[in-house]
């Protein structure tokens, strides 16, 4: 069965595990939306399932009767696992008392599955669905050995303040979590590999900055077509599947999808990011306690990151976009006016495109920190990285990366998306010996510095490639 997945090593052996062990199981997998949490458990599990039950998707129901809807499907599900109940549950503490009697009709004598998926969702405004679900698990499940309760959601704030973080009935009583990540270069390519789509490395970093490595979204893609021709489908066709996401997917995931919103178009504007007194000053919000929550909301969504840059006060917290797909439909589609169904596959060599593929090269390097670690040979030893920007000179001198080493060198990187080797030239040499001085002037860094190149293809032999001590090419990025 799990020959399908891609990827997913660990995963795949910790929840075999937890099937396994002779213990009562409450188990939470969670990640951004579309990352693959639900084929994972049904590709393991599928077939052990006693109960498996969705909620249902708050932006398809659009507010009606929220509660009931979830209850009636709740009902639906309880009915096709074999219940007898003969009416839809008046309330959740119904519903799971239910459910006990279903799974108590089952016996105990084997392992018993259930599985929740987008549970977030059925906790409707004033439901008592938090309740209801303690008393399932504290008064019955705690106790049943054979017991292994899997849920999952992408909502991944509530995960964090309801389940993993909850101060009430359920805290500390999730036993295990499991947090889904997108995949990585290397990844996406075994599933390109898999399902015979034939693409160059270059393309495929390409189709990382716009689909950030969400299966979901690279299952889209259509062997026999170029990438560009996948992208115009995707984003740009009327009616493209990904030309609608973005409403649909902050509205599934965020009670305040329009504040997110707001925020991420901010982000999507500075590659560096702001300050949260930036935001509050550029989106004109009120400085209460509702910026300092929607930020964290994103955060733990993986859709934006904070970061101090390097030698600043570690009060200074940057917030930056760091969600692929958001940034690539906000450069391109947001908003803007195109109805040309092949914008792309027109526009492959403009300029707009080529400071997007810099920029966004950029965020997937600091993505792939692992593997350019790896490159280095210094997986093993403890580092800080962070990027750095002069504080004296307006528009100076900055470093999309410093990796600073517990070994006494920092890594100063410099990130070049290029169609050919790069080549360093009078004026660019001028510039990196500008930065490097600007550095160990003002942050006083007594380490060793070694300028890296992360780039495409590598770097052109001339008298000034000798300033480069290490390149790490695309190549490294797909380990």
């Known amino acids: 069965m799990a020959q399908k997945i891609i990827g997913r090593e660990h995963e795949i052996k910790e929840i075999k595990a937890l099937y396994q062990a002779n213990k009562p199981v409450f188990a939470v997998i969670y990640g951004r939306r579309r990352v693959g949490k639900t084929f994972l458990v049904r590709e393991l599990l599928g077939d052990k399932f006693n109960f498996y039950h969705t909620g249902l998707s708050p932006y398809e129901l659009r507010g009606k009767k929220l509660k009931d809807q979830q209850l009636s499907n709740f009902y639906s599900s309880l009915v096709k696992y074999g219940s007898t109940l003969k009416h839809i549950p008046a309330d959740w503490l119904e519903a799971f008392n239910a459910l006990i009697a279903l799974l108590e009709e089952q016996g105990t004598s084997k392992r018993q599955v259930v599985f929740i998926d987008e549970l977030p969702w059925m906790d409707t405004p004033r439901s ?70 034939v693409m160059s490395k270059f393309d495929q970093l390409q189709c990382y900055m716009a689909t950030g490595g969400i299966p979901y979204y690279i299952s889209m893609l259509q062997k026999g077509r170029s990438l560009a021709q996948n992208i115009d489908r995707l984003f740009f066709e009327p009616n493209a599947k990904l030309k609608l996401e973005f409403d649909r ?39 209460g306690g509702g910026l300092s929550a929607t930020l964290k909301t994103l955060e733990v969504s993986d859709f934006i990151t904070s970061y101090v840059k390097y030698d600043y006060p570690k009060r200074e917290i940057y917030y930056r976009l760091t969600d692929f797909y958001s940034k690539f439909y906000l450069s391109f589609i947001d908003g803007k006016k195109t109805t040309n169904p092949t914008f792309w596959q027109d526009n492959l060599l403009t300029p707009s495109l080529t400071a997007w593929r810099g920029f966004t090269f950029e965020t997937l390097c600091i993505c792939h920190l692992p593997q350019i670690k790896q490159a280095l040979g210094i997986s093993g030893v403890q580092t800080e990285a962070s990027p750095w920007k002069s504080r004296k000179e307006k528009d100076g001198a900055q470093i999309d990366l410093v990796i600073e080493r517990a070994d006494h060198i920092n890594n100063i990187c410099e990130m070049k998306f290029c169609e050919d080797d790069f080549s360093i030239n009078a004026s660019y040499d001028k510039n990196l010996r500008h930065k490097l001085s600007t550095f160990i002037e003002e942050t006083k860094c007594k380490n060793a510095l070694h300028l890296t190149l992360i780039t495409t293809y590598g770097l052109k032999f001339n008298e000034y490639a000798g300033r480069i001590q290490k390149v790490i090419t695309m190549n490294d990025l797909f380990k």
């Open 128 to 197: 008592g669905f938090i309740t209801a679900l303690e008393h399932f698990w504290n008064g019955w499940g705690a106790g049943r050995e054979n017991l292994m309760l899997i849920v999952c959601g992408s909502a991944t704030s509530w995960i964090s303040d309801k389940l993993l973080n909850n101060k009430g009935g359920l805290f500390d009583r999730t036993t295990d979590e499991i947090k889904l990540r997108p995949f990585t270069l290397g990844e996406c390519e075994k599933y390109y590999q898999a399902n015979d789509i």
């Open 249 to 287: 997917l902050y509205s599934s995931l965020f009670t305040n999808a329009e504040e997110c919103k707001t925020i991420v178009r901010l982000l999507a504007q500075k590659q560096q990011g702001y300050t949260r007194k930036e935001i509050l000053e550029q989106t004109k919000t009120t400085d």
